[in-house]
């Protein structure tokens, strides 16, 4: 069948001009013709340069699909402003040629950037029982985590993800290594590390469980509890000390100071990048979006502006390459 052939034998996608109704199609997976089956059945990246009347771009349902194309990892080619063929001026004009080959020669680098590398992702929280059927945990969706680990697979990489429990479908061609605690995140990790050459640990661990479960379920008869909690396995601090040449990136969640933190954390963890989240209702856990500052060992610090974390995981992933050369040619000096 044509559109399944042409889908597997092509390496980028790039609908340029892209007009209102095939975004639409796109962002809804309505597949009626050609162009919509072909784009259903390709599996690598998707460049689309929009062009159309302003007010339709501008218009909300144009740009809800806008974002949710953003949100799947698509290159969305912004419209410049000028004389449009509707006979108005404003935002709508397709992009100049040259925009748009850099950004099919910049996804054609980044669709193998990674080949030959295996990504070890951990995501998601971690559950603490506290008895069988109660247990604590923290907000974390797993979004972060399966971005990562999707952006790392679409970049030729073999990935491994460790999973707490979530609700996020998993990247194709990701094999998931489902764990619930703190010390089964910590086993699966160590398990798969001899593997690895990139480690990121994107998962909110928790930081203390009950060593004691009660076997039975607490009855609700003293008019207060009180539970005496003992540390977790720190994971990271240990992937710090058995690092060998891996690169160790760690993520540190912080309601303030955030690059004291993510500094102090990258020390003490002996990381070579931290990505710090400053958490708000926006962004961090269980958000769509995230702004991060990456901490890196070379004593940079980049912040990156609020994106859709499939574009916040493609950044750190491009960051991440260029700290592992210049930590190369700082060693080779
Ligand atoms: O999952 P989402 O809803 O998408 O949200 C994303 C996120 C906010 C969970 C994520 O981006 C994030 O910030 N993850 C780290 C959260 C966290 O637990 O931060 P921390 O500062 O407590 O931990 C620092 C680092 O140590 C983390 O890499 C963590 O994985 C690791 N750690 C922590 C405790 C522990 N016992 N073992 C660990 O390995």
């Given amino acids: 069948m044509e559109h399944i052939a042409v889908a597997q034998d092509n390496d980028v996608l790039v609908v340029a001009p ?7 199609s796109f962002a809804h997976g309505l597949a009626d013709d050609f162009l919509t089956t072909l784009y259903l059945a390709f599996t690598g990246p998707v460049v689309l340069a929009p062009a159309m009347n302003t007010a339709m771009w501008q218009h909300p349902a144009t740009q809800a699909n806008l974002e949710t194309l953003r949100r799947r990892g698509h290159r969305i080619i912004e419209p410049e402003d000028g004389f449009l063929a509707c006979g108005t001026i404003g935002p709508g004009r ?5 925009r748009i080959a850099s950004a099919v020669m910049a996804e054609l680098r980044r ?20 008895d069988p059927v109660r247990y604590i945990s923290n907000r974390s969706s797993g979004k972060m985590g399966y971005a990562l680990a999707e952006a790392a697979a679409a970049r030729g990489a073999k990935v491994i993800l460790v999973s707490g429990p979530v609700h996020v479908q998993a990247p194709r061609g990701v094999a998931v290594i489902p764990v619930r605690t703190a ?40 008019a207060r509890l009180t539970l005496e909690l ?94 592992r050369l210049a930590l190369h040619s700082a060693h080779e000096r």
């Fill in 18 to 24: 892209a007009t209102a109704n095939l975004l639409a």
């Fill in 94 to 98: 397709l992009a100049e040629p040259e």
């Fill in 111 to 130: 669709r193998s950037d990674l080949e030959g590398e295996t990504v070890l992702v951990t995501a998601g929280p971690t559950q603490e029982a506290l």
């Fill in 183 to 222: 010390r089964e995140m910590r086993t699966a990790v160590f398990e798969n590390l001899e593997r690895a050459t990139v480690v990121v640990k994107a998962a909110a661990v928790a930081d203390f469980h009950l060593t004691e479960i009660p076997a039975q379920k607490v009855k609700k008869t003293a």
């Fill in 230 to 323: 003992d540390p977790t396995p720190d994971i990271l601090a240990e992937l710090g000390r058995k690092k060998g040449d891996r690169l160790l990136i760690g993520f540190a969640a912080e309601t303030e100071n955030l690059e004291r933190e993510a500094r102090r954390k990258l020390e003490t963890k002996n990381c070579d990048m931290i990505v710090g989240n400053l958490v708000s209702d926006t962004s961090g856990f269980d958000a769509d979006d995230n702004e991060v500052l990456l901490v890196l060992r070379t004593g940079e610090s980049i912040a990156v502006p609020r994106a859709s974390k499939r574009a916040i995981a493609d950044r750190i992933l491009d960051e991440s390459l260029k700290l």
